[in-house]
């Protein structure tokens, strides 16, 4: 199974439950279609550290690593390349309260 059907699960999973894996593409957008609220960030991140030791720094996140499946894919792709990015999940929470 590749990432991005392990995050496509996942998502599916948790806030979408009963859902068939092909009604959900991996380019949606899963702010705008109300999928992924703040809370819904912190659930993913959680998740994406449980799941492959996905090293967050304080201030590593950005909202725009949250909005579809292929954006996640990319955002685990390369904390796992470079361990030492860093960046802000507080950032990525407060762009999707403001929207």
């Known amino acids: 199974m590749s990432r991005h059907d392990e995050i496509r699960d996942f998502l599916l ?33 959680a998740w994406l550290g449980d799941r492959w030791s996905v090293p967050l720094a304080e201030d590593a996140l950005d909202l725009a690593d949250f909005r579809s499946v292929n954006t996640i894919e990319r ?21 999707i309260r403001a929207d």
């Open 75 to 95: 955002f685990v792709a390369a904390r796992l390349a470079d361990p030492d990015r860093t960046g802000s999940p507080h950032r990525a929470l407060d762009e």
């Open 13 to 45: 999973a948790e806030f979408l439950p009963g859902v068939p894996a092909n009604e959900l593409s991996f380019d949606e957008d899963l702010v705008a279609t109300g999928i992924l609220d703040s809370l819904g960030v912190y659930v993913v991140v």
